[in-house]
């Protein structure tokens, strides 16, 4: 089952999910505004996009969860 789209979270408020449920881990982004959450149903694949936000966005908060 998957979670995907817009969501209001009572910690995070205004967010988005891309989660395949089940699966870890989660790469949660924090923009701001608004908060992001994504994961792929292949760890090694979660962990190469953390890898890759880290080196190239600068100013958003990103971490694996």
Not at 29 to 58: H, P
């Given at each position: 089952?998957r ?13 988005m ?24 149903r292949?760890a090694?694949q979660?962990k190469?996009?953390y ?15």
């Amino acid at each position: 089952k998957r979670e995907l789209g817009h969501y209001r979270g009572e910690e995070t408020g205004p967010c988005m999910m891309f989660i395949d449920k089940g699966y870890s881990p989660v790469l949660f982004i924090d923009l701001g505004d608004e908060s992001v959450f994504v994961n792929s149903r292949e760890a090694e694949q979660t962990k190469e996009w953390y890898e890759m936000l880290a080196r190239s966005i600068s100013g958003a908060d990103t971490e694996i969860l």
